[in-house]
Nanobody, 125 residues
């Protein structure tokens, strides 16, 4: 079992930045574990943003945020980060980190076994 806990959300003005953190604990299989970031709004259910390999740090980032969002990890401290720059009001959402074993289907929420509770990001215009 793996536990994930997000933090770092809040209220920010349009054009600002936030760094979300995801603390991971439990039994992590380094060679296969991947962590993804998703967001959810009342109209969009679990939209994929980015994912990273725990072992190799290889990343996949959704095209529509790749110029603004950066995913990274710190395996010494079991942390995964999502740096979000130039935030827009449309980025307002509940942000989740999620974990899975294996690299297939990283953009699909249904494939993730472990989820945090989410952290709210609100971007004001």
């Amino acid at each position: 079992q793996v536990q994930l806990a997000e933090s770092g959300g809040g209220l920010v003005q349009s054009g600002g930045s936030l760094r979300l953190s995801c603390a991971a604990s439990g039994q992590i299989f380094v060679d296969t574990f991947h962590v993804g970031w998703f967001r959810q709004t009342p109209s969009i259910d679990r939209e994929f943003l980015a994912a990273i390999s725990w072992g190799t740090a290889s990343t996949r980032v959704a095209t529509f945020v790749k110029d603004r969002f950066i995913i990274s990890r710190d395996t010494q401290n079991n942390m995964i980060y999502l740096q979000m720059n130039n935030l827009k009001p449309d980025d307002t959402a509940l942000y989740f980190c999620a974990g899975k074993d294996g690299s297939g289907g990283l953009a699909y929420a249904l494939g993730y076994n472990y989820w945090g509770q989410g952290t709210q990001v609100t971007v004001s215009s």
